[in-house]
């Protein structure tokens, strides 16, 4: 026996209708809110103002299939978010099987699409003023205080757990967190650079910083919604920023407890450790008056690195009676300072045998061999080095002797003439001359240089740079050389050598 089942026609009808409204109305949302850290940011939806945050949007298919918004705010860098609305007719294909009647999609009502997520918050930072000097922060390795297994939120509704399966598995090595932290400094005033301590290049970087900064995560816990392959949503985060002293073991210049959210947008779940780590290191950098602490921190260690004060009594002039004379009797005063390892060169201040060389030159010595243009050798000590500015004071014992004038490096002006006089290569070539113009003033990590093309080759480091009227204006310092390179050789100003020497001429 067989039943027929008859629909009335107009059942049919609100049938048909119940199904196109399930997608007509859209499977997800067709707008969202915009927010900002701060708020109150101007938004701009593909280069047009449309208001400030927070913002709502509808999404309509003119605004093309990618939605950039441009988040403006006077003092911070302006940033961009996208949003990729996606077409979603699929319960509209069934109705129409189910109903045998054509599927038509209407592809230009906003209805049938959706966004990938109701609500975006976007960070913003502030403007690094151009002026802004620059301090050099090493970084070392980043510490948590997580333990294992420890709760970190829930990701599309699952609660995660610190292990090495869990997408936030970087935490379990958090030392594969400092990129994240150097990434976060960088375009900011402070100059990041991870280092390794214990390793000699990382040792130097510590030196030359005399602090450095020890990053540690305290706590995280993530709020994320969104699809399998990328999320959205708040991760709370608790840093601890110390900035240890370089100089004294376990010693903390500064300590800064951080509470912060950063909001995912779109991220894929295994970068958001990272990303809320490079955001919490950018808001470390926006710190109130960290720059004056760390400043005033730095400006002590170089106070120390001086030591003492040195009295020497200012010399009498070298005497030459023409410029072709001049060179002649300078080199008199200029020496070869030689230790097992090598030589360089060196020259002399004051007439009781105090001498400026550069730190590398005499390295570890206490005491090193002075050889003279007259011939003779004497030893000589090393009474202070500053390692900072590679420089280095050495007396020898004796009385009347040859020493250069102080001149004025500050009144040298760009392609002025300028000597160099050492002891290039070879211990046999003592008190070789060379000659090029002044080229430029130049900062290198952080550190004043006169910039020449004056001839420096090995050897010649510790020599003076010589100006037109025969005084030292320079401690030449170091070559950068290389294929295609020529000319690039770079010295202490003399006024910088005294001072961080701690030398004071006197009459």
């Not at 030392?175 to 991870?194: H, M, N, P, Y």
């Not at 709370?236 to 110390?242: A, N, V, Y």
């Not at 002039?317 to 004379?325: G, H, K, P, Q």
């Not at 003592?430 to 020449?452: A, K, M, P």
Request: charged share 20%; proline share 5%.
């Amino acid at each position: 026996m067989y039943i027929r089942c008859l629909v009335p026609t107009g059942l049919l009808i609100i049938l048909l209708a119940s199904g196109c409204a399930s997608i007509i109305g859209g499977t997800g949302k067709q707008s969202l809110t915009l927010n900002t850290e701060p708020g109150g940011a101007v938004v701009y939806l593909n280069g047009n103002e449309k208001g400030s945050t927070p913002f709502t949007y509808s999404y309509s298919p003119d605004d093309g299939k990618e939605v950039v918004f441009e988040l403006r705010q006077p003092g911070y860098k302006s940033a961009t978010v996208t949003v990729r609305p996606e077409r979603n007719n699929a319960v509209l294909f069934a109705d129409a099987m189910l109903f045998h009647i054509p599927y038509l999609v209407d592809k230009n009502d906003p209805r049938m699409y959706a966004l990938p997520t109701g609500d975006i918050t976007v960070n913003l930072y502030k403007e690094t003023p151009e002026v802004a000097m620059r301090q050099m922060l090493p970084i070392t390795a980043v510490t948590t205080d997580l333990p294992t297994r420890a709760d970190l939120g829930k990701l599309h509704g699952k609660p995660v757990k610190l292990d090495k399966e869990s997408p936030f598995r970087d935490l379990a090595q958090p030392e594969l967190l400092t990129g994240a932290v150097s990434s976060g400094l960088r375009d900011t005033w402070i100059d990041a650079r991870v280092v390794r301590m214990g390793t000699t290049k990382g040792d130097e970087a510590l030196q030359k910083a005399k602090m450095y900064l020890r990053p540690n995560v305290k706590s995280l816990k993530a709020d994320l919604s969104g699809e399998r392959l990328t999320c959205y949503g708040p991760v709370e985060l608790e840093m601890d920023w110390k900035v240890m002293s370089a100089l004294g073991k376990d010693s903390v210049l500064v300590s800064i407890p951080q509470r912060t959210t950063y909001y995912a947008n779109g991220d894929r779940p295994a970068d958001v450790v990272n990303a809320a780590i490079t955001h919490a290191a950018r808001l470390f950098a926006e710190e109130e008056g960290l720059q004056e602490r760390l400043g005033g921190h730095y400006g002590t260690s170089i106070a120390l690195s001086k030591g003492g004060e040195v009295l020497l009594a200012a010399p009498p002039a070298i005497v030459f009676n023409s410029r072709r004379e001049m060179i002649p009797a300078l080199v008199k005063a200029v020496v070869t300072i030689q230790t097992d390892k090598g030589h360089g060169s060196g020259f002399i201040v004051s007439s009781d045998g105090f001498l400026i060389t550069n730190e590398h030159v005499v390295g570890n010595e206490s005491i090193v061999r002075v050889k003279f243009e007259q011939g003779f050798t004497l030893d000589a000590q090393v009474v202070k080095v500053n390692k900072d500015f590679d420089l280095a004071l050495v007396k020898v014992q004796a009385t009347d002797l040859p020493a250069l004038t102080i001149g004025d490096d500050s009144i040298l002006m760009l392609g002025e003439e300028l000597f160099a006089i050492g002891t290039p290569l070879d211990a046999t070539l003592g008190q070789s001359v060379s000659r090029g113009v002044l080229s430029g003033r130049r900062e290198l990590d952080g550190r004043n240089y006169l910039q020449t093309d004056v001839s420096i080759n090995p050897g010649n480091s510790g020599g003076p740079f010589i100006d037109e009227d025969g005084k030292v204006v320079g401690v030449a310092t170091m070559k950068i050389s290389g294929k295609g390179l020529e000319g690039l050789g770079f010295g202490v100003p003399i006024s910088v050598a005294l001072e961080m020497l701690n030398i004071r001429m006197t009459r």
